[in-house]
């Protein structure tokens, strides 16, 4: 395996946790901010309110975005496996 094949898995390892990070951290962030944007304005200061709100909108975004996901996640798998062969020699 050259240093070029190494760099190359290792840039779509990247690429792929990125994919399957950042929309989740994202959804995250801003139901998060928003969530405590609300409690600020009604003096609601409730922890519980917040997880809720950020469990389910998670929850959400992986019922509608894991297929996706997922399907990202297996493709770069039988890549890396497709590879093997050649990290071997």
């Known amino acids: 395996m050259t240093s070029d094949q190494a760099l190359d898995l290792f840039t779509g390892f990247v690429g792929v946790t990125l994919y399957l990070v950042g929309p989740v951290l994202a959804v995250a962030a801003i139901t998060g901010t928003l969530i405590g944007i609300a409690q600020t304005a009604t003096q609601v200061n409730e922890p519980s309110i917040g997880f809720a709100v950020k469990v389910t909108a998670l ?31």
């Open 59 to 89: 929850v959400g975004l992986l019922l509608i975005g894991g297929p996706t996901l997922a399907e990202r996640m297996i493709s770069y798998t039988r890549h890396c496996f497709e590879r093997v062969s050649h990290v071997v020699q």
